[in-house]
């Protein structure tokens, strides 16, 4: 049963990319933009999480709650004040200047919180487990797992039932048809991109009581993210989370063969992935 | 009036031509050539005059220059934004000490095994990153160079994950060391410093060289036609992709060639460091951005640049890369042609000149293009 066992916490490890997969695939959907700085982000968010739950004393969730729409602020902000000015034929600008963003954010980071590993305290939920049949499952994962098929399906939702989702369609099929029709794209983005940083918050929450973080982790939750959704193919919102489930099995494999392979064996996954079907396991956009 | 000018020239003197030639010579890029001569000169013998930090520094910015001008041809001119040349740099430092330290061969020919590994490797990398496309591609290149760590990391022959230093000794083999030593009467390490300065002057000098020869070639001018408009460019015969996958592989040789150089000069080499995404691709991407992505010259500039705000930031730790960063994201916004932009904007100076200027008048030798 150990293999099973393996297996099942690979897919809830899955969980996790998938969230930090989720804003990436979002913001890429909408607007073709790849923002470097999203591993960063999640850091970011974690270290207002912490902030929140130690200077404040809130339980982690509902710091979470507080931290929404902040995060979702500096989300509007950063999308309307500075990457608008980058969108446009040019790839140059939004990667150069995302990646300075990354650079900043995890500098910034460990000017304030120096580099100690930190991790946000949840009490007696972070030990406990359930059992189902012949496996324990940590209920925290299990909790991960369930809020990442929660947010694919509020993002499916907000994308094909809403105004909102409409209107983010049509701005990424055909901007000048769109702003005919009263759509200002700019405001969109901004909004596209305040969607990105709940969901990041709500990664960040699951990153933050998982496991211990500190400023500089943020590249390689990037790099997951960004297997995640290469593997899931571009603009595919469950794709993601398949995705991010088999990052997440690949490496639970990897490390249960030899602790040191843990990260190889998803970067491996990834690069299979890529050589068999280059466009994903289920494309939607054509990019 | 033009159009009569020119049949009427050709009609009556077919074999010796019209009235039109393409240049990229102007008059500050002649003044230049004489400046870059002088300063060429004073390189070679700055060892003579200068202290041993002094070239330990001049080393630093040469390598850190040949680092730039490698990813602005890639991004600058071929359209491959690559945040993975980390990889390069590892996987030609690890070639480098394992044919030093297992192998035992010299090391001049150590770094060449290191630059010739680091293009083997860009095939099979170019096989998996071409299929992805912008941003994608800048973080594929990035996996890769993960990849590529984690793998060196289970060589425990080399350390493992926590590396392993160069035999002592290895800087006195360095051929022409003892030579120096000699002649000038210095003590070894002091000549060893020397040779190394010069390897790395002489690095930089093939980098910029290499990219100013390949920009005024006829692959040069094709890849700054990819890059204005691909599907043109194809219309006229040209191919992108093996344009850009030649690039790759030399930026890749010349990066490789530079961190073998890099890590026999610091002697000691572990997969963190040799792999370090802030020190050999941050670090570089700055240094272009700030000088001015594009051109020859901007990484130059941004090298000094770069120079001066390490020693004056050097002992505020991470504030320092927040300020680049902060830099990074101002130029880019506001001036994205960056300082050397800013510049030829205001004076048209070029100092090396690779944009095709039709000038008229002048004589049959210079339209086949002799310079």
Known sequence: MNWLDTIVQGILLGGLYALFAAGLSLVFGIMRLVNLAHGDLIVLAAFLLLVLVSALGLNPFVAALVALPVMYAIGWGLQFLVLNRTIGDDILPPLLVTFGLSVVIQNALLQGFSADSRRVPVGALESASLQIGPISVGTMPLFTFLSAVGVIVGLNLIFYRTGLGRAFRATSDDRATAGLMGIRADRIFATATGLAMVVVTIAALFLGTRANFDPTMGPARLIYAFEAVIIGGLGSFWGTLAGGVIIGVAQTLGAAINPEWQILAGHLAFLLVLLVRPRGLFPRALD | ?371
């Open chain 2, 1 to 371: 009036m033009t159009h009569e000018t020119l049949s009427s020239s050709s009609s009556q003197a077919p074999a010796t031509a019209s009235a039109w030639t393409v240049t990229t010579r102007n008059r500050a890029s002649s003044v230049a050539a004489l400046l870059i001569v002088a300063v060429l000169l004073a390189g070679i013998a700055a060892p003579f005059f200068a202290s041993r930090s002094v070239l330990q520094d001049l080393f630093f910015i040469l390598t850190m220059l040949t680092l730039a001008q490698c990813w602005n041809l890639l991004a600058g001119y071929a359209g491959l934004v690559s945040v993975g040349q980390q990889a390069f740099v590892g996987f030609g430092a690890y070639v480098m000490a394992a044919s030093v330290a297992l192998g035992g061969f010299d090391p001049v020919v150590a770094i060449l095994f290191g630059g010739l590994a680091a293009m083997l490797l860009s095939v099979p990398t170019a096989f998996f990153v071409f299929r992805l496309h912008g941003a994608y591609f800048a973080i594929g290149t990035w996996v890769i160079a993960e990849v590529v760590r984690l793998l060196l990391a289970q060589w425990k022959a080399l350390g493992g994950g926590t590396g392993t230093s160069l035999p002592t000794g290895v800087a006195r083999e360095l051929p022409g060391v003892r030579l120096v030593a000699d002649w000038f009467g210095v003590r070894p390490a002091q000549a060893a410093d020397m040779v190394y300065y010069w390897l790395a002057l002489l690095l930089a000098c093939a980098a910029i060289g290499f990219a100013y020869r390949l920009l005024r070639s006829k692959q040069g001018l094709g890849l700054a036609a990819v890059r204005d408009n691909g599907q043109a460019a194809r219309a006229v015969g040209i191919d992108p992709n093996r344009i850009r996958f030649a690039v790759y592989l030399a930026a890749a040789f010349v990066t490789g060639l530079a961190g073998a150089l890099i890590y026999l000069q610091k002697a000691r080499i572990s997969p963190d460091a040799a792999f370090s995404v802030t020190d050999w691709t941050a670090y570089v991407i700055f240094i272009v951005v700030i000088g001015g992505i594009g051109t020859i010259e901007g990484p130059i500039v941004g090298v000094i640049v770069f120079f001066i705000l390490r020693n004056l930031f050097a002992d505020y730790g991470s504030w320092y890369l927040l300020v680049l960063g902060l830099l990074g994201i101002a130029v880019m916004l506001f001036a994205p042609r960056g300082l050397w932009g800013l510049f030829t904007d205001r004076t048209a100076i070029q100092l090396f000149p690779v944009r095709r200027i039709l000038a008229g008048q002048a004589k049959t030798k210079d339209i086949r293009g002799s310079d």
